[in-house]
């Protein structure tokens, strides 16, 4: 199932739900939340440790909401050329 990241205002705070419209999301309109991306969870090596909290959160209210940081590609260090051995 598809899970929609959304980001509250210009803040740092985000939303995964499976709700495309967002509809679902806390705030009294839902011109307060931007849609970011669509992820397949298939795709993701999440482990419990990292997604369980989420999945908890998914089941009860339908959304998690998180802390997090907006980054582009320009952000992210590039890779080294050199091959770890």
């Not at 440790?49 to 260090?77: I, K």
Request: aromatic content about 12%; charged content about 20%; hydrophobic content about 50%.
């Amino acid at each position: 199932m598809a899970l929609h990241i959304f980001q509250y205002k210009e803040t740092e705070i985000f939303a995964l739900t499976h709700d495309g419209t967002g509809a679902n999301l806390p705030g009294r309109t839902r011109a307060e939340w931007r849609f970011i991306e669509t992820l397949d969870p298939v795709h993701f090596a999440w482990g419990e440790e990292n997604f369980g909290a989420a999945r908890a959160a998914l089941d009860a209210n339908g959304f998690f909401l998180f802390a997090g940081e907006m980054v582009t590609a320009e952000d992210v260090p590039a890779r080294s050329a050199k091959l770890l051995v």
